[in-house]
């Protein structure tokens, strides 16, 4: 294991169940407020962690998966759910691979699993290098205006340099291994092809043969789904959850 950096966190709610929320590259435990706040009011108290190179949390040493792998294993386990989105998926599955009694049950919305269509979709998609709440909104303009604030302010917490880092850092990944081993319920959570999305599609009929891992799509939802189409995404969490 690596050294751990003590990462800031985003508390929501009281209830008995437990979920941790892990986002995606440039983003913060904060954007994951409406997510938190539904799952908050189903019982749950939920942790949402800024990953270590984001938000408030640690500005030093490596971005590889391992590293932030490491950095989640020190938080503790016992969880009833993990979501992980984009890097936050992969990152997701490295910490089960790694402890697989570390939750219960686990999502995957549109994770980040290898690098290779990690590094096409950010060719695709770059962030937006100098963001203003203006060109957030408007490259999202189905985004709540609290989503586009708080993903701002996740750009301007990071800066620039953090997907420059992490690709030179965490390349080359694939997690696919140890997702396709996974003894646990899990849900992956696509994007709409059409959109983009960094789920192989061959993998992912791959993955969907073998329980107890089950692949779905969002038609018409881009590749941050909680944002995109929070209604539907947030409809499928709860559909696992109570499983």
Not at 12 to 29: C, E, K, Q, V
Not at 52 to 68: A, C, M, N, Q
Not at 150 to 157: G, W
Not at 194 to 204: D, P, Q
Request: some cysteine.
């Amino acid at each position: 294991m690596t050294a751990s950096a003590v990462l800031a966190t985003t508390v929501t709610g009281d209830g008995p169940r437990r979920a941790l929320l892990i986002h995606g590259l440039t983003s913060a435990g904060s954007t994951w407020w409406r997510t938190a706040e539904a799952l908050a009011a189903d019982g749950y108290t939920v942790t949402a962690p800024d990953l270590r190179g984001h938000g408030s949390s640690p500005k030093v040493g490596s971005l590889s998966i391992e590293s932030h792998r490491d950095d989640i294993l020190a938080l503790g386990g016992g969880w009833d759910l993990i979501i992980g989105h984009s890097l936050g998926g992969a990152v997701a599955a490295a910490v089960l691979a790694a402890e697989p009694a570390f939750a219960k049950r686990v999502i995957l919305e549109d994770p980040a699993i290898d690098s290779d269509v990690t590094d096409w979709y950010l060719e695709q998609s770059p962030p937006i290098v100098n963001p203003t709440v203006d060109l957030v909104a408007a490259e999202h303009p189905e985004w709540e205006p609290l989503d586009v604030e708080l993903k701002v302010e996740a750009l301007l917490a990071c800066g620039p340099g953090v997907v420059h880092q992490t690709m030179r850092d965490a390349s080359p990944w694939d997690l696919w291994p140890e997702i396709i081993a996974f003894d646990l319920p899990a849900l992956i959570i696509a994007a709409d092809p059409e959109l983009g999305t960094l789920v192989s599609v061959e993998k992912a009929a791959q993955v969907d043969s073998t329980r107890p891992v089950r692949v779905m799509r969002i038609d018409g939802a881009g590749h941050s789904m909680h944002r995109d189409a929070f209604d539907r995404f947030i409809d499928l969490v709860r559909a696992f959850g109570d499983m």
